[in-house]
């Protein structure tokens, strides 16, 4: 069951929804799958801010996961089986994340929400 988010900040602070759906078995990182995990510097920043969370679910067939590795497959891997949410916490733990297809061939579609 995933843990429950509140965040107190300003008004803007959650991406929109990033649906992705695999089309290969490589892994992907949240970037590639087209999330916003940190928004552009603004003037006078030196870099732009980080996502603080990012909730990750799976709506059909299930996915591998994993953080900074090249070898998250479909036989490697935590499994998150179709149905299920991950919450991220942290922009490292958010840059790292990795995900492919638990088996060949059966693509999951992924929601994706990144929140500031």
Do not use: W
């Not at 509140?6 to 695999?22: C, H, K, M, N, S």
């Not at 067939?61 to 490697?76: L, M």
Request: a negative charge.
């Amino acid at each position: 069951m995933p843990q429950k988010i509140q965040i107190l900040a300003g008004a803007d602070i959650a991406e929109t929804i990033t649906p992705y759906t695999f089309a290969a078995n490589a892994a992907v990182s949240l970037s590639t799958m087209g999330a916003t995990i940190q928004k552009t510097a603004g003037a006078g920043e030196t870099h732009g801010t980080q996502a603080l969370y990012a909730i990750v679910s799976i709506e059909n067939n299930d996915a591998r996961y994993g953080f900074n590795s090249t070898n998250i497959s479909t036989t490697r891997g935590h499994v998150l089986k179709a149905g299920e949410t991950i919450v991220l916490e942290g922009f490292d733990e958010i840059s790292k994340f990795k995900m492919c297809p638990a088996v060949s061939g059966l693509y999951p579609a992924v929601q994706i929400t990144t929140e500031f």
